[in-house]
């Protein structure tokens, strides 16, 4: 099952030490080696998008922002055999920020991408 994993976090004043981005590389290395790490990226600022909504039958567009300015988003996505499988990924990650970078804060969110596994056997 696949895992969607954002990464919500505001950026320190200072850049994140070398020790830290060497180690990111490592644990998606170590990810992609057990074949679990898919895709990773980096959205753009909330700026550049747009929400599209369906309310009382109309549809609305809102131009973004939608996040706080100084708060920066990323993902990655996962396939795992259990979504503590992907807790500890994240977990992990995080890990890395609080070993490396102690002025960092985050937080991940661990949410489940439906699959045809989720839904019944076609009729």
Same mark, same amino acid.
């Given at each position: 099952m696949r895992y969607l994993m954002l990464l919500k976090a505001r950026q320190p004043d200072t850049a994140p030490p070398p020790e830290l981005m060497d180690a990111i =590389?490592? !644990? %998606? *290395? #170590?990810?992609t080696a057990a074949g679990v790490l898919l895709d990773t990226g980096g959205l753009a600022p909330s700026a550049l +998008? *747009?929400? /599209?909504? =369906?309310y009382g039958g109309a549809l609305s567009v809102t131009d %973004?922002? $939608?996040?706080?300015a100084?708060? &920066?988003i990323s993902y990655a996505l996962y396939q795992v055999r259990t979504k503590e499988e992907a807790v500890e990924? *994240?977990?992990? $990650? =995080? *890990? =890395?920020?609080? #070993?490396l970078w102690p002025q960092?804060? +985050?937080e &991940?969110? /661990? !949410?489940? /991408?439906f699959g045809p596994e989720d839904f019944g056997a076609p009729a």
């Open positions: =590389l490592k !644990l %998606g *290395a #170590d990810a +998008g *747009a929400r /599209v909504g =369906l %973004g922002p $939608f996040a706080e100084k708060e &920066t990924w *994240a977990s992990r $990650f =995080l *890990a =890395l920020h609080r #070993d960092w804060e +985050g &991940t969110e /661990v !949410l489940k /991408v």
